[in-house]
């Protein structure tokens, strides 16, 4: 439907490649340089390494099921555990926030690609080696560190498969790296000239945040993974404490990326939500300045909490208290968000769309997961739990809840824009209910569980814990149940659903404004800003196909 913020003005220089959005199945395994073929390669391929994270996931709650380790042995469980925490972070999350950023962005901002196309598509050609290479790891002799591989446990069990798992993450974090590189400069270099930055998506913003994340953080993991690789294959000693070095150094090089990797998770989503509640409340985001500027300070803070993971290392007490400050700081950018978010929803005009629940379902996850978060910022708090599975429960209401549900949540919404086809609503009200109702079964029974003082990482424990664990084991389950739903709504849809107009949803953003799916270079001419992308509700925006009327309406908004 149209929308009364773009008009179309020829280009001075149009492409000599003729128009056309129809693309066969095998098109996207081909190396291409279109963004929105390598926004898809990601986003199946994110998937994929999904489904085989939770089956690793399905056999780890199989095995806690009871307290012995019967279902496989420590070893095998040590791997699994250690592959399962690897594949979800770095081949789901990662990518998929990644895939939709290279769908969305020059889309979003009325540029024709990336910055870098050949870039663009190397850094995705990166990911399937990385994630093969670490599968494969498993099968020759199996990590067992976890996904930290904190030495000199990584240094003495699987040294192997620990070799592999290292080369791997590096592979991942140089794609990570390239495309956070692109999608920096296309925000700030290819926007169209009638946009200006305060009338930028606010996904543009949240990629911008990430994007710097990414390239502060990720090189000094990258070294602490170097260095350990020379201590694992060469025989020295940056931390390897039988030759004098210290495993400490690398837990604070670990953790200044992989604290920060949260936000790097968590922001492309939190982009994304602001997309979504707008369009489907029929009201302007609440809050736009506050919630784009928010995500450059969760940037900035995200970078000088690292240490309260180490509260139990050796940490002197004044640096406990700063880190402790700090951390409890990041929580006031984020309630910003929330507060924006909820506001959003207030007396909206709410269609209960898939996309909806499952938004609304991404705030009430995280804001569980954020509560426990300053729970474990406080120090007193945070030793009695730690290594306890409240930390477990705490992190994947952060990360499973809130990055599975926004990713789901963003495919539902743009799943229209990327294919042309329009998913199943009631398929979609099925997918929401089992994968809440299963999340939550699965990790609320954690907090208890640690404040009891069961240990994470172990699959042998104390028969007390025997019922709250059959429940997140039956919780599990149903997870992995929740995605059949998923599989063959979006499997069947692409291929027979019902066909989408161009804008579905009403919305107003730059990607809503050409075909669906789009051309090859996305739009016939240069798209020119009249309105914000938030404008819902101000009486001059056009609720209609008729293109007279939606001329007169862009007159009207432009004397407006």
């Not at 739009?523 to 404008?535: C, L, M, N, R």
Request: aromatic share 14%.
């Amino acid at each position: 439907m149209a929308q009364a913020e773009v008009i179309q003005t020829p280009d001075p220089s149009p492409s000599p490649q003729p128009l056309g959005n129809e693309r066969k199945w095998t098109h996207f395994f081909t190396f291409s340089t279109d963004h929105k073929v390598i926004g898809i390669q990601y986003l199946v391929t994110a998937f994929t390494f999904y489904l085989i994270g939770g089956a690793l996931a399905t056999v780890i709650r199989t095995e806690l099921a009871t307290p012995a380790p019967d279902f496989v042995t420590p070893e095998t469980y040590n791997g699994v555990l250690t592959l399962h925490g690897t594949v979800m972070l770095f081949l789901w999350i990662v990518p998929a926030g990644a895939g939709l950023a290279n769908y969305l962005i020059p889309l979003m901002i009325g540029a024709k690609d990336m910055a870098f196309p050949r870039i663009n598509a190397i850094a995705f050609w990166l990911i399937p080696p990385s994630g093969i290479m670490l599968i494969a790891s498993f099968f020759f002799e199996p990590p067992q560190a976890g996904w930290t591989s904190y030495p000199p446990l990584s240094l003495t069990s699987g040294m192997l498969g620990q070799g592999i798992w290292i080369l791997s993450i590096l592979i991942g974090g140089t794609a990570s790296i390239l495309g956070a590189l692109n999608f920096l400069v296309t925000i700030l270099k290819m926007r169209v000239p009638t946009m200006p930055i305060h009338k930028m998506p606010l996904f543009c913003w949240a990629m911008i945040a990430t994007s710097l994340l990414i390239l502060i953080s990720t090189p000094v993991l990258a070294g602490a993974l170097i260095l350990l690789l020379f201590d694992l294959v060469a025989g020295t000693a940056f931390f390897n404490p039988t030759g004098g070095g210290d495993p400490v150094v690398y837990q604070h090089m670990f953790w200044f990326y992989s604290h920060p990797a949260v936000y790097i998770f968590v922001l492309p989503l939190f982009g994304a939500i602001s997309e979504v509640l707008p369009v489907h409340a029929r009201k302007p985001i609440f809050g736009y300045r506050a919630i784009a500027y928010s995500s450059l300070v969760i940037s900035f803070l995200g970078l000088i909490v690292w240490a309260h993971h180490m509260f139990t290392s050796g940490t002197p007490p004044w640096l406990r208290m700063f880190f402790m400050i700090t951390t409890m700081t990041i929580a006031v950018p984020t309630g910003i968000k929330v507060f924006g978010w909820t506001a959003t929803l207030w007396r909206g005009k709410i269609a209960y769309t898939s996309a909806m629940l499952f938004a609304i379902g991404f705030i009430a996850i995280f804001v569980i997961g954020g509560i426990s978060g300053v729970m474990l910022a406080a120090v007193p708090f945070d030793i009695h739990v730690h290594d306890t599975y409240f930390v477990v429960a705490h992190f994947h209401y952060v990360l499973f809840g809130a990055s599975t549900f926004g990713v789901y949540m963003a495919v539902y919404h743009w799943f229209p824009k990327m294919t042309g086809r329009m998913l199943n609503e009631p398929l979609g009200k099925v997918h929401f209910i089992l994968t809440f109702v299963g999340m939550n079964l699965t990790f609320m029974p954690m907090h208890q569980l640690g404040l009891q003082g069961m240990n994470r990482r172990v699959a042998l424990y104390d028969p007390q814990f025997t019922d709250l664990n059959v429940v997140a084991t039956a919780g599990a389950y149903l997870m992995a149940v929740s995605t059949v739903p998923f599989i063959i709504n979006a499997i069947w849809s692409w291929h027979w659903g019902e066909k989408a107009p161009t804008n579905p949803w009403r919305a107003l953003t730059l990607e809503w404004q050409t075909l669906s799916p789009p051309a090859h270079e996305n739009f016939e001419g240069v798209p020119a800003i009249k309105t914000g992308p938030y404008d819902y509700g101000l009486g001059y925006i056009p609720d209609t196909d008729d293109p007279v009327i939606y001329e007169e309406a862009i007159a009207a908004a432009a004397a407006h």
